[in-house]
C-alpha cells in the first residue's frame, strides 16, 4: 500500500509543524500577494449593485463558528455593502448559532454605520428548525414562521417589515451555508418554487456540490466559494478584511500541500522500484 | 394502530403536500400550509428530544461507570451549565426567569449564556474543525498517489484547482499574453470548476435526485418502513 | 473587573484552542475534556435556542395570548410532546405518530422539490447547443458539461451490466467524478486551512497581539 510506504518514511507530527509555521508566518509578516476576480463572485456583487436602493433582502446566516473563517468574512461584506446601497437587511438562521453569527456583525456595524438604525434598516429574525419545510412555509406567508423578530418584538411593529408578506416583497435571499439546511433548500424553494433569485457564499468543502446549480436557469446567481471568494468579494467592493489578511497564508499552504503530494509520489515510485528490483 | 396508524398518516399527509402542489386551493393549500407550520413546532420537540437522549446517554454511562466515564461528568456539567444559564439570565436578545442580569452584564461584560458562547463554544467549536487541516496536508503526502488514469485525474485536477484558488496561481501565470489567457491558472481552476466538475457533480445530483424520489414515494406508499423502528 | 472578565475569555479560548490541538500530539485528557465541554455546550445551546427561537415565539405566545384564535397548535404541541416519549422504552411506540408526521411532510416536500431542481432544472441547465458559446474555450467546456453529465449518469445505472459501448461510456463518466473529486478535494484543502487561518488570526491577533485582528 502507498500509504504504509511513505507512512514509515516520516512522522506526520512534522508534517503538522510545518503546515501551522506556514499558515503562521504569511501572518505576521505579509506578502500582500494579488487577487484577482471570478465571474461566480462578480455576479454576486452586481446582483447588489443592481438592486434598487430601499429594497428588501433576507440574508440567512446558516452556518456555526465551526465555519465562521470562510464564511464570516462575506457575510460581513455583504452587509456592509447592502448597507452602503442602502438595501434594508433582514437577517434569518437556519442554524441556531447563525443568530450570533449575525449579531456579532451587526455589533461591529454599528460604530462603522451609526446611522443604521435596527428595526429600520436591519432586523434579525432569528432561528427556525425545519429546513426545506419551513422556508416554504415562510414563502406563503412569513408571519406564521416568523411572528417576533429575536428581542420578542411582533414583526408586524418593526417597519422594515411592513409590506413584507411573503418572499413577493423580497428582492433577493442570499444565504451563508455551511451545510444542511442551507443555500440548497433556498434554491430549491425561493428561486425554483417563487422565481426569486438566490445568491450565496459557501464553505469551499461544500461549493463543488453546490456550484452545478450556477447554470443558465440561474438557480443561484454567483456564487462565493471559500475564502478566496470572500477576498475577491472584499476587493470587489473595496472592503478589504480578515478574508484579504488570510489570502497569503492560504497560498502558501497550498503550495505547501502540492509539494507533499509531489514528494509523496516521488517517494512511492522509488519505493516501488527498489521494491521491484528486490523482486528480481 | 401501533404501525398501521402512522402509515397511514405518513400517507396521507404526504399525499396531501403533493396534491396542494398542483390544487393550491382550498382544503388542500389551508392544510398543507397548516401542516408546515406544525412541522416547524414539531421540529422543536424534536431537538429537545435530542438534548434529553443525549443527557439520558451519558447519565447512563455515568451510572454504569463504563470506560472513560469521569469525561462524561464533564459533558453533563457542560450541558447543565449552558441550560442554567440560558434558563436563568436568557440569551443575548431573550431575558430569563430572572431577568436580563443586568448586573452580571456590567460585571462581565455578557451575558453568562453569552459569555460561555463567545470565549468558550466558539472556539472550541472552530478549532475542532480546524484540526482537519492537519490531517488533509498529512493525507496529501501519505495517500495521494498516481496509480492509474482515474487517481491521475484526481490528482491533477485538485493540484490545479489548488493553485487556481491562491494569489500563487495568479502570480504564477500572471505573465502570459492575452492569447494565452485559458493557460492562466486561476482561469483553468474555474473552467475546472465550472465544466468537468459541474457535469461530475450534476451526475451525482441527478442520480441522488432520482434516488430520493424514489424512496420517497416508498416512503408515501408505505413501502418503506424502516423509520417506524421496531418490530 | 469588566476588563478582568475580557482577558479571562480571551485566555479562556486560548487554553481550549491548545486543548484541541493537543491532540495532534496524541490523545490526552486534556483534549478529551475540551472535547466533552464542547459536546455539552452544543446540546445546551441548541436546547436554549429551541425553547427560546421555536417553542416560546411560535407555539407558548400564540396559545397564552390568543387561545381561541391559535387553540389548532394544541395538535402540534400534543405531537411534540408524544415526541418525547420516545424517551420512555415501554411507551416509546407512541412517538411513530409524530415521526410519521415528520417523514410524510418530509416526503412530500421532498419529492416535489428534488424532482424540479435536482432533476428537472439540471437536465434542463444540461441541454444546451454546446456550439452557441463564442470562443473555443467556452465551446470545449460546453462540450465536456454535456458529455460529462450524460456519461456521468449512465455510470449510475447499475440496472445493466458495465461492458461494450456501455462499459465505455460509463469509464468516460468515471473520469469525469474523478475530476470533480480532485476538484473537491482541492476545495476541501482551501476550506480546512481557512479554518486553520481564522485559528491563527486569533491566537496571533486576540491572544498575543503579534497582528492586527
Not at chain 3, 136 to 156: D, S
Amino acid at each position: 500500500m502507498a500509504g504504509n510506504v511513505n507512512s514509515q518514511q516520516i512522522d506526520r507530527r512534522w508534517i503538522f509543524l510545518l503546515i501551522f509555521i506556514c499558515v503562521a508566518l504569511p501572518l505576521i509578516f505579509v506578502i500582500g500577494l494579488p487577487i484577482e476576480t471570478t465571474e461566480n463572485v462578480r455576479m454576486v456583487n452586481d446582483l447588489v449593485e443592481n438592486t434598487p436602493p430601499g429594497s428588501k433582502v433576507i440574508l440567512s446566516f446558516d452556518y456555526d463558528p465551526g465555519s465562521k473563517p470562510e464564511l464570516h468574512p462575506m457575510a460581513t461584506t455583504m452587509m456592509k455593502h447592502c448597507l452602503e446601497k442602502n438595501i434594508k437587511i433582514i437577517v434569518t438562521a437556519l442554524w441556531p448559532m447563525g443568530v450570533q453569527m449575525a449579531e456579532e456583525i451587526h455589533e461591529i456595524l454599528k460604530v462603522e454605520y451609526p446611522e443604521m438604525e435596527y428595526g429600520v434598516d436591519y432586523v434579525n429574525l432569528g432561528f427556525k428548525a425545519g429546513g426545506m419545510v419551513t422556508i416554504q412555509a415562510m414563502g406563503k406567508n412569513f408571519r406564521t414562521i416568523f411572528p417576533t423578530d429575536i428581542d420578542g418584538t411582533s414583526i408586524d411593529e418593526l417597519p422594515i417589515m411592513k409590506g413584507v408578506k411573503n418572499f413577493d416583497n423580497i428582492a433577493f435571499v442570499c444565504s451563508f451555508s455551511a451545510g444542511d439546511p442551507g443555500i440548497k433548500q433556498w434554491v430549491q424553494i425561493t428561486h425554483d418554487t417563487f422565481g426569486k433569485p438566490v445568491t450565496g457564499g459557501v464553505t469551499g468543502v461544500s461549493a463543488p456540490a453546490i456550484l452545478p446549480y450556477v447554470n443558465e436557469q440561474q438557480q443561484l446567481t454567483g456564487l462565493m466559494a471559500g475564502l478566496k471568494a470572500a477576498a475577491e468579494y472584499e476587493y470587489l467592493v473595496k472592503k478589504p478584511g480578515l478574508a484579504t489578511s488570510g489570502m497569503d497564508a492560504q497560498s502558501i499552504a497550498h503550495l505547501l500541500i502540492i509539494i507533499f503530494i509531489v514528494i509523496g509520489n516521488i517517494n512511492y515510485w522509488k519505493n516501488k522500484k527498489k521494491l521491484a528490483k528486490g523482486g528480481e | 394502530m401501533k404501525r398501521k396508524l402512522p402509515l397511514i398518516i405518513t400517507f396521507i399527509i404526504g399525499s396531501i403536500v403533493i396534491i396542494s402542489e398542483f390544487i393550491p386551493h382550498r382544503p388542500f393549500g389551508t392544510i398543507s400550509g397548516n401542516l408546515e407550520e406544525w412541522f416547524l413546532i414539531i421540529s422543536g420537540f424534536a431537538i429537545i428530544l435530542g438534548q434529553l437522549s443525549l443527557f439520558k446517554v451519558n447519565f447512563l454511562k455515568i451510572k454504569f461507570k463504563q470506560t472513560n466515564w469521569p469525561y462524561y461528568v464533564v459533558t453533563l456539567v457542560s450541558f447543565v451549565v449552558m441550560v442554567s444559564f440560558g434558563v436563568f439570565w436568557g440569551t443575548e436578545s431573550s431575558a430569563g426567569i430572572f431577568g436580563h442580569g443586568y448586573s452580571i452584564i456590567a460585571t462581565i461584560g455578557d451575558k453568562p449564556f453569552d459569555y460561555l458562547f463567545y470565549n468558550v463554544y466558539q472556539h472550541l467549536s472552530a478549532t475542532m474543525f480546524s484540526l482537519l487541516a492537519f490531517f488533509i496536508a498529512s493525507a496529501a503526502y501519505r495517500s495521494f498517489i498516481a496509480r492509474t488514469v482515474e487517481s491521475n485525474l484526481l490528482l491533477i485536477a485538485a493540484v490545479l484547482v489548488m493553485l487556481g484558488n491562491t494569489s500563487m496561481g495568479s502570480a504564477l501565470t500572471g505573465w502570459l499574453p492575452p492569447s494565452l489567457d485559458f493557460l492562466h491558472l486561476p482561469r483553468v481552476s474555474e473552467f475546472i470548476m465550472k465544466y468537468p466538475n459541474t457535469a461530475g457533480q450534476r451526475a451525482i445530483m441527478i442520480g441522488a435526485g432520482l434516488g430520493l424520489i424514489g424512496s420517497s414515494l416508498r416512503i408515501i406508499l408505505g413501502i418503506e418502513r424502516s423509520y417506524l423502528g421496531g418490530k | 473587573m469588566l476588563h478582568f472578565f475580557e482577558v479571562l475569555g480571551v485566555w479562556l479560548a486560548a487554553l481550549f484552542t491548545f486543548g484541541i490541538y493537543s491532540f495532534l500530539y496524541k490523545d490526552n485528557p486534556f483534549y478529551k475534556v475540551s472535547e466533552q465541554i464542547f459536546v455539552g455546550l452544543s446540546a445546551g445551546y441548541w436546547f436554549i435556542y429551541t425553547i427560546y427561537f421555536i417553542l416560546i415565539p411560535n407555539l407558548f405566545l400564540p396559545l397564552s395570548e390568543n387561545f381561541g384564535a391559535n387553540w389548532i397548535k394544541l395538535i402540534p404541541a400534543i405531537l411534540g410532546i408524544m415526541m418525547l416519549l420516545r424517551l420512555i422504552p415501554s411507551i416509546d411506540w407512541i412517538s411513530r405518530y409524530p415521526v410519521s408526521f415528520v417523514i410524510g411532510t418530509t416526503a412530500g416536500v421532498f419529492f416535489l422539490r428534488y424532482l424540479k431542481s435536482d432533476v428537472i432544472n439540471q437536465i434542463t441547465a444540461t441541454m444546451i447547443n454546446p456550439f452557441n458559446g463564442g470562443d473555443w474555450v467556452v465551446v470545449l467546456g460546453q462540450i465536456l458539461l454535456v458529455v460529462g453529465t450524460i456519461t456521468g449518469v449512465i455510470y449510475f445505472y447499475f440496472s445493466k451490466k458495465h461492458e461494450g459501448a456501455f462499459g465505455v461510456t460509463a469509464k468516460i463518466g468515471i473520469y469525469f467524478l474523478m475530476v470533480s473529486f480532485g476538484a473537491a478535494f482541492g476545495y476541501t484543502a482551501m476550506a480546512r486551512i481557512s479554518l486553520l487561518i481564522g485559528r491563527l488570526q486569533f491566537l496571533l491577533g486576540d491572544w498575543l497581539g503579534v497582528i492586527t485582528p
